[in-house]
C-alpha cells in the first residue's frame, strides 16, 4: 500500500499547492474492508469544508484520468485537526514545544501514555517534558504521537 503512497504524493502535492494549502499527510489503508486514499491539507489559517471539497473534486479529476490504483477505494479529504498525528521529522520540528500525547507499544516509566511538551526529536527517540521531568522515549516503543492542546 505504501507503493500507492510514493506514486501519487508528488501529484497531489502539487494540486493541494496549488489551492494554497500544504500536504500535511497522505495515507492509503485498509479499514473494515474498504481501501481508502486519505489525503490530510494544512493552512496556517485553517481548513474548511469547502475547501476539503474543492481539493476533493481536483484529486479525483486526476486519479480519474491516471487511474493509478487498481482497486476499488475511497477518496477522503480532510483537516489533520486539533489533535493531529505528528508522522515525520518536519511535523516534530514544527511542534517543538507543543504539548503532545504519546501512546505507547511498551511502558515507558511504568506508563502506556505519556503527556507533556515535546522538547526533542533525533529519529530514534523523543524528548518529553513531563511534570517538569524530562522523559526519553524510544520511538520503537511510539505507537502514536497527537498534539494535546488540553493540556
Not at 510514493?6 to 497522505?26: P, R
Not at 491539507?41 to 484520468?65: F, H, P, Q, W, Y
Not at 515507558?108 to 522515549?137: A, H, P, S, Y
Amino acid at each position: 500500500m505504501s507503493n500507492v503512497v510514493e506514486k501519487l504524493n508528488d501529484k497531489i502535492g502539487k494540486i493541494v499547492e496549488k489551492q494554497g494549502f500544504d500536504l500535511y499527510h497522505l495515507e492509503y489503508v485498509r479499514e473494515g474492508g474498504q481501501n481508502i486514499l486519505r489525503v490530510y491539507i494544512d493552512k496556517d489559517t485553517g481548513v474548511a469544508l469547502n475547501d476539503c471539497v474543492s481539493v476533493s473534486r481536483l484529486v479525483s479529476e486526476m486519479l480519474d484520468v491516471e487511474d493509478p490504483i487498481a482497486e476499488e477505494y475511497t477518496l477522503e479529504v480532510s483537516s489533520p485537526g486539533v489533535f493531529r498525528t505528528l508522522f515525520t521529522k518536519e511535523h516534530f520540528e514544527r511542534y517543538m514545544n507543543t504539548e503532545v500525547a504519546v501512546k505507547l507499544s511498551a511502558l515507558v516509566e511504568g506508563k502506556k501514555k505519556l503527556e507533556g511538551v515535546l522538547k526533542g526529536f533525533d529519529g530514534e527517540n523523543l524528548t518529553l517534558e513531563v511534570e517538569n521531568n524530562k522523559v526519553e522515549v524510544p520511538m520503537s516503543k511510539v505507537s502514536v504521537v497527537t498534539l494535546n492542546p488540553t493540556l
